[in-house]
C-alpha cells in the first residue's frame, strides 16, 4: 500500500510540472524583437551662402534708389537669397551660384521654369532693364536674357527677345540657346532688328526648329521668324510665321 501511495504521489508531482510548463510565457527570445527606430525626415535642402560670392565694389549709379537686399519673395527662400550686390541660388548640386544685381534697382516677376532647374525674375535700374536667369544645372549658369524666355515643345531649347532703339535693354537681340543636361550652348544670337520697331514678342514655337516673332513698327504689327537650317539659324519677316508640320 505504501508503495502504491508512493507512486501516486510521483505521478502527480509529474503532472503538476508538465502544467506548469503550459502555462509558462514562452523563452524570452521569442519575444524580445528588437523595434525599428523611426527613420527621420530627410534634411531641408540648405540656401545659398552668401559669404562665398565675390566681394564687389558697392554701386554708385545715377538715379539708384534701393539700399538694401533685392526681396527674394518667400516661396523661393529655400535656393535663392540675396544682399546688398548679389542674388544667389543653390544650384542642384548643392554649390552656391552668385550673379551681380548692383544695378538692379527694382525687381518684380519672380518664377521658376523647368520643374525648378531655371529661376529668374525681371529687373529694372536707371535706364536699364533685363532678366536675369539662374540655370542651377551642373556648376551653374546666370545669364540675363534680357526678357523672360520662351522654352520649346519638348523644353530642349529656350528664345528670348528684348531690343529697342536706346539700347538700355540687357539683350537687344533675339536669343536662342539649347538647354543641355549640365548647362547651356548659345545658338544663335541675331542682333540687326528692324528700325522703328517696338514691343517685341515671341509668340510661339513650332517644334524644336522655329519660332514665331512679331513687332510694332510703321506699317503695324509685323510677324517673323527665327529658324533653324542648313546654314544655321536665320532671322527673317514671314508673314505666315513658321512652316506647318
Known amino acids: 500500500m505504501r508503495i502504491a501511495a508512493g507512486l501516486a504521489a510521483l505521478l502527480a508531482l509529474a503532472g503538476c510540472g508538465k502544467a506548469a510548463e503550459r502555462n509558462a510565457a514562452p523563452p524570452s527570445s521569442a519575444t524580445a524583437i528588437p523595434q525599428a527606430a523611426p527613420t527621420a525626415p530627410p534634411a531641408p535642402a540648405a540656401g545659398p551662402d552668401l559669404a562665398q560670392c565675390e566681394r564687389l565694389t ?24 540675396a ?13 552656391t551660384l552668385c550673379a551681380d544685381a548692383r544695378y538692379h534697382d527694382t525687381a518684380q516677376d519672380f518664377r521658376t521654369f523647368g520643374d525648378g532647374r531655371f529661376f529668374g525674375y525681371g529687373w529694372f535700374g536707371y535706364e536699364a532693364n533685363g532678366f536675369q536667369l539662374f540655370d542651377r544645372a551642373g556648376t551653374g549658369t546666370a545669364i540675363d536674357t534680357g526678357a523672360a524666355p520662351v522654352f ?94
Not at 65 to 81: C, D, H, M, Q
Not at 83 to 95: I, Q, S
Not at 175 to 197: C, D, I, T, W, Y
Request: proline share 8%.
Open 152 to 245: 520649346s515643345p519638348a523644353g530642349k531649347r529656350f528664345a528670348s527677345v528684348e531690343w529697342s532703339a536706346s539700347g538700355f535693354g540687357a539683350l537687344n537681340a533675339v536669343l536662342v540657346m539649347e538647354v543641355l543636361p549640365g548647362g547651356l550652348k548659345e545658338l544663335a544670337r541675331f542682333e540687326q532688328l528692324p528700325e522703328l520697331s517696338g514691343d517685341w514678342r515671341i509668340e510661339r514655337w513650332r517644334g524644336e526648329d522655329c519660332l514665331e516673332l512679331t513687332a510694332e513698327i510703321e506699317q503695324g504689327r509685323q510677324r517673323f521668324t527665327m529658324r533653324k537650317g542648313p546654314g544655321g539659324w536665320a532671322f527673317a519677316p514671314a508673314p505666315r510665321g513658321c512652316p506647318a508640320g
Open 83 to 95: 544682399d546688398r550686390d548679389h542674388v544667389a541660388v543653390t544650384t542642384l548640386a548643392g554649390a
Open 58 to 81: 558697392p554701386a554708385e549709379a545715377e538715379g539708384m534708389e534701393r539700399t538694401g537686399p533685392l526681396p527674394i519673395p518667400a516661396k523661393f527662400a529655400a535656393f535663392a537669397a
